[in-house]
């Protein structure tokens, strides 16, 4: 199973974007859905996350401009980004955390899938 995320290029500041995740195969269960981000220089840093009891979570840094939102049963993800800025320049990545199977939800045992990055690249 693989994480396929699109939605990505280049946009003014103040404008908008919206990235989707999809899993390319049914998953047995999938605990959350999330996305990160990597700006040059920096490091990965957890921009959203929704679970599967329909909690979502967001960093400080984007509260109020990024809604995350989808169907993670699913797996599917969605990540409206409003208002944006050029700190939000960055790659996106989708991440999910998933049972693979019966098995390893019997087991309590996680498997992380990361999606390709999608550019986000926020410019005048």
């Known amino acids: 199973v693989q994480l396929q995320a699109s939605g990505g290029g280049l946009v003014q500041p103040g404008g908008s974007l919206r990235l989707s995740c999809a899993a390319s195969?049914?998953?047995?269960?999938?605990?959350?859905m999330s996305w990160y981000r990597q700006a040059p220089g920096k490091q990965r840093e957890l921009v959203a996350r929704?679970?599967?009891?329909?909690?979502?979570d967001s960093s400080d840094s984007v509260k109020g401009r990024f809604t995350i939102s989808g169907d993670i049963a699913s797996g599917m993800v969605f990540l409206q980004m409003d208002a944006l800025e050029p700190d939000d320049t960055a790659v996106y990545y989708c991440?999910?955390?998933?049972?693979?199977?019966?098995?390893?939800?019997?087991?309590?045992?996680?498997?992380?899938?990361w999606g390709h990055g999608t550019l986000v690249t926020v410019s005048s």
């Open positions: 195969a049914s998953i047995y269960r999938t605990v959350s």
């Open positions: 929704t679970t599967s009891d329909g909690n979502t």
């Open positions: 991440h999910s955390q998933i049972y693979a199977s019966l098995y390893d939800y019997r087991k309590r045992r996680q498997k992380e899938l």
